[in-house]
């Protein structure tokens, strides 16, 4: 009875200290990927059991960023590639933060590959549709380099290719404000209500982009 009483006891102690500890190990992973190159962040993950943590999961992510650095998804600029070589590779679309019952991301004055992003706001709750918003600035000769290659192929890409393919190669600053939603299924991602423009057109196809740029980092486990 004393040893079974033992290895019990042990066993309570263990699952306390994953429960404890995973979280934690959690945000300073986060907390890593996103200031890896600069800029601050604040991390908060919670999941019970912890061990949902261990395949993205959890009931809570919270992340507030400021001056980070982030490369876009696959497709991104040549510029990028060095850099996205070391970087862990990403899920589909959302997939790192489509198993947290409330996603909670803010982040300020940061950079999505040639994107100025002045604000970029993330939230979902439960299973529905994430509510994404931003507001950045990109050059003109930026946004033609960018191409279709860069983009997922969904609808409006049409649209923003034949901006891209007409910009001027200046310096010109081109302002993107986006208020959409987006939808996460089986790895794909979709553009669901609202609307962006970028030089006055949908941009669903860039916002896109850069949220998946921005889940990358948040992947746990890859």
Known sequence: MVAVA???????????????????IAERRIHGRLTERGGTADVRVRAFPASRLLRNGGDRIEVRGRGVEIGLAPGESPSEAEGAARAVKPAAGLGALDDFA??????TDFRAGPFAVS???????????YAMATRAHVSAADLAALGLGALPQLPGSGLLGSVAG???????PIEVSLQIELI???????????????AGYPA????????EGVARRLEIVP
């Open 119 to 129: 604000a970029f706001v993330l939230e979902r709750r439960h299973s529905g549709p």
């Open 204 to 211: 669903g196809p860039l916002a896109t982009t850069i949220a």
């Open 102 to 107: 409330h996603v909670d991301v803010e982040l």
């Open 6 to 24: 033992l290895v019990l006891t042990l066993v309570v102690i263990a699952v306390i200290a994953a429960q404890v500890e995973l979280p934690r």
């Open 166 to 172: 007409a910009a001027p190669l200046s310096s010109r």
């Open 184 to 198: 996460s299924t089986a790895g794909a991602l979709e553009v669901g209500a609202g609307g962006g423009t970028i």
